[in-house]
């Protein structure tokens, strides 16, 4: 069993920057590595939308596009953690962020995405 635990949301003004953490806990001693790790964003009321993804070797994030140009997905599995940095935000990247971990993810199936453990979720919230 993994436990997520996502951490660094907040109140923000249009133009800043947020670096987002996800720390796994739990069963990971040498299992974090092999996970594939997502990041997603939901606002109530609407899907849950893939922001990006970073594989097992950490060489090829890849962005949804909502994640594409200001974002950036890194991972650090010596910590067990996966970040995302984000920049230049706007008001309509506020939401309910979750990271999520599993072998293989399916970009194309919503909301789980095909991905088993999830987190709670951290609010990024951008004033105009």
């Known amino acids: 069993q993994v436990q997520l635990v996502e951490s660094g949301g907040g109140l923000v003004q249009g133009g800043d920057s947020l670096r987002l953490s996800c720390a796994a806990s739990g069963r990971t001693f040498s299992t974090f590595s092999t996970y594939v790790m997502g990041w997603f964003r939901q606002v109530p009321g609407k899907e849950r939308e893939f922001v990006g993804a970073?594989?097992?070797?950490?060489?090829?994030?890849y962005y949804g596009d909502s994640g594409k140009g200001r974002f950036t997905i890194s991972r650090d599995n010596a910590k067990d953690t996966v970040y995302l940095q984000m920049n230049t935000l706007k008001p309509e990247d506020t939401a309910v962020y979750y990271c999520?971990?599993?072998?293989?993810?399916?970009?194309?199936?919503?909301?789980?995405?095909?991905?088993?453990?999830w987190g709670k979720g951290t609010l990024v919230t951008v004033s105009s």
């Open positions: 999520a971990a599993g072998s293989s993810l399916r970009v194309g199936d919503p909301p789980h995405y095909g991905l088993i453990y």
């Open positions: 970073i594989s097992r070797s950490s060489d090829s994030p």
